[in-house]
């Protein structure tokens, strides 16, 4: 039904600069350096381990637009809910996966059976189109987290059908040190799930490490490699700065696609929006919106 997707795949991928799997304005201000960032519901598509951190139900909504082509806009949602109480150790931070501008490092809270989360995204127009729907699960114990997410994928190009595939992937992170140095490792379609017979089409496999730093309660410092199996290694890197705890800017780069990128976050009680820019030399500018909503326990006015 679908032959020659291999190629589309590709250009595709490069275009995005991201790899399969990064959401969220917040990881694309950072250079897409997110495999070891937190407490953020879009952990399910970067790192399901992270959700483990994520102390409150969120929801949250992402729209993507590349180099100004209705070909290549992204759209994504997502619901994500903790499980349980919060751990009896850990004390709750003002905003989950924040630590409060100047503020002493310390535990935060976390849900005391894991997070669950579901998200749909949409890539592409009416020639070419994909369509993910996922269900993510991330639960921490002490100083590690793991984390698994199961997605159907569907392909579509106009007048050749579509095809579905299921795709598994897992993660996890570890506090090397705790609130100041965070390990991720995140393996995205770990079956290589097979798109079609033809010439062994498979959807890409795609392994992520990366470190976060936090040497201060304002800064945090972001590393990252990805590599897919069939492409150059890529290796991204961002840096984020809260003056105030309700304001973040951000600034990243990355090397296969050479991009750099810029954001802001504004986070005011439960409500969070982050924006983002990219921009790559040939192909021009793209950007990035994101929106959060928090609620229950723990809520408070920063």
Known sequence: MIGGLSGLLAPRAQAQGNGPG???????ALGNASVALDGDAWAVANNPAGLGSLARPTVGFYAQNRY?????????????????GAAPDAAAAEEPGVVPTG???????????????????????????????GAGYGYRLGQISVGGRLEMLQVSIE????????????GGQIEVLPNKLTLGVYGYNLGQARLASYQD???????????????????????????????PANFKAGAEYRPVAALAARVGVA?????????????????GLDYAAAFQAV????????????????SKEN
């Open 22 to 28: 990064v959401r969220g304005a917040r990881a694309a």
């Open 201 to 231: 089409e498979r959807v890409p496999t795609v392994l992520r490490a990366g470190l976060a730093y936090r040497p201060t309660a304002q800064v945090l410092l972001a590393l990252e490699t990805e590599k897919d199996v069939e492409r």
């Open 255 to 271: 090397s296969l696609s050479e991009e750099i990128s810029a954001g802001l976050g504004v986070h005011l009680r439960d409500f």
């Open 159 to 170: 007048g050749l059908g579509s095809r579905r595939v299921a795709l598994a992937s897992l």
């Open 68 to 84: 100004f082509s209705a070909a290549l806009n992204v759209g994504a949602a997502v619901v994500a809910l903790p499980l349980g």
């Open 103 to 133: 503020a002493p490092a310390a535990p935060r809270a976390w849900a005391r059976r894991g997070v669950v989360a579901l998200e749909a995204q949409r890539f592409g127009g009416a020639l070419y189109n994909e369509t993910r729907v």
């Open 283 to 298: 192909l021009g500018f793209s950007q990035h919106l994101s929106v959060t909503k928090t609620w229950g326990r723990g």
